[in-house]
């Protein structure tokens, strides 16, 4: 069965910085896309960035462009969220998500498995 558990969520001040980090196993994760999707409190799930299976592209929501940087090591099946410049708006649940083929996707129905999630808060 696929394992995704994300880390690194957190309490941040506004303009403040935090790393989730995704550890992937039970499957081979360097043939797959892989995405950040959150879901911030009353609302439904959000894509937030895609990277494919290579690290050859890769694709954010104009809300976190500029400000969030997804990456991956294959070699240790990891994938990461770099988030700068964070807003209170950037509260959210975390997800880490595995996509169908070797390319990531802006919809969130086109993701097989996620994790458990890591609570992001923003707030001074």
């Known amino acids: 069965q696929v394992q995704l558990v994300e880390s690194g969520g957190g309490l941040a001040q506004p303009g403040g910085s935090l790393r989730l980090s995704c550890a992937a196993s039970?499957?081979?994760?360097?043939?797959?896309?892989m995405g950040w999707i959150r879901q911030a409190p009353g609302k439904g799930l959000e894509w937030v960035s895609d990277?494919?299976?290579?690290?050859?592209?890769?694709f954010y929501a104009d809300s976190v462009k500029g400000r969030f940087t997804i990456s991956r090591d294959n070699t240790k099946n990891m994938l990461y969220l770099e988030m700068n410049s964070l807003k209170p708006e950037d509260t959210a649940v975390y997800y880490c998500?595995?996509?169908?083929?070797?390319?990531?996707?802006?919809?969130?129905?086109?993701?097989?498995?996620r994790g458990q999630g890591t609570q992001v808060t923003v707030s001074s």
């Open positions: 998500a595995k996509a169908r083929t070797a390319w990531g996707t802006p919809y969130v129905n086109d993701y097989d498995y």
């Open positions: 039970e499957f081979t994760f360097k043939f797959y896309g």
């Open positions: 990277i494919n299976s290579d690290s050859g592209s890769s």
